[in-house]
């Protein structure tokens, strides 16, 4: 069974102030990790997906990367509509048909003036 | 452009009583899904749809429906609403069902049962 842990729960941080959120993955065979964005009352936008293990993708303030055991979402000088939750799923290679994913808990992340 | 809209967006139940969730996507998509989000879990797929014309269980399917009623719309059904079911649904839409085909949400429908 697949299995996602992301720590910290929440984060608070200063504008401005780097840090990394991490997502720990048990996966039988890792075919993709997501990482996605969810606002208070919305549903989760789509950020990246990683395939393998040195992998990296950037997006303005935001840059994940991938081991063979977890991924990191690195915000570099994050400003306050950063704030939001931040999602990590993984799919595995025995979950079967259908693209199903797997999801983390979630990291609150919130960025203060 | 609006991608996937859910309808409603909110909603108050007996337990008992049946409800339709309703979920549309214009961005051509081929495979839609349905998810429920509970605090302290994370998102769990309750039913999917490769394509159109087929259905599959997801990880919690129990006590719930689904018709993918042509390519567009993809509805969630509740036949007889209990509290455990409290929770926000969230549908979601994705080009295929190959990892290189990210799924795109809803806004989703926050649905109490009392």
């Known amino acids: 069974e697949d299995q996602v842990t992301q720590s910290p729960e929440a984060l608070r941080l200063q504008e401005g102030e780097s840090s990394s959120l991490n997502c720990s993955y048990t996966?039988?065979?890792?075919?993709?990790l997501f990482w996605y964005r969810q606002d208070p009352g919305k549903g989760p936008e789509f950020l990246f997906t990683?395939?393998?293990a040195g992998e990296e993708k950037e997006k303005e303030r935001l840059k994940a990367t991938l081991t063979k055991k977890e991924s990191f979402l690195h915000i570099t000088a994050p400003k306050p509509e950063d704030s939001a939750t931040y999602l990590c799923?993984?799919?595995?290679?025995?979950?079967?048909?259908?693209?199903?994913?797997?999801f983390g808990t979630g990291t609150q992340l919130k960025v203060e003036l | 452009n609006a991608g996937v809209t859910q309808t409603p967006k909110f909603q108050v139940l007996k337990t008992g009583q049946s409800m339709t969730l309703q979920c549309a996507q214009d961005?051509?998509?081929?495979?839609m899904y349905w998810y429920r989000q509970d605090p302290g879990m994370g998102l769990r797929l309750i039913y999917y749809?490769?394509?159109?014309?087929?259905?599959d269980k997801g990880e919690v399917p129990n006590g719930y429906n689904v018709s993918r009623l042509n390519k567009r719309e993809f509805s969630l059904r509740l036949e007889s609403a209990a509290p455990s079911q409290t929770s926000v649904y969230f549908c979601?839409?994705?080009?295929?069902?190959?990892?290189?085909?990210?799924?795109?949400f809803g806004d989703g429908t926050r649905l109490s049962i009392l």
């Open positions: 996966v039988s065979g890792l075919r993709g």
């Open positions: 990683l395939y393998s």
């Open positions: 799923a993984v799919q595995g290679l025995l979950t079967g048909g259908g693209n199903k994913l797997t």
């Open positions: 979601a839409s994705s080009e295929g069902t190959g990892v290189y085909q990210p799924q795109h």
């Open positions: 749809s490769a394509s159109e014309g087929t259905t």
């Open positions: 961005m051509n998509h081929n495979s």
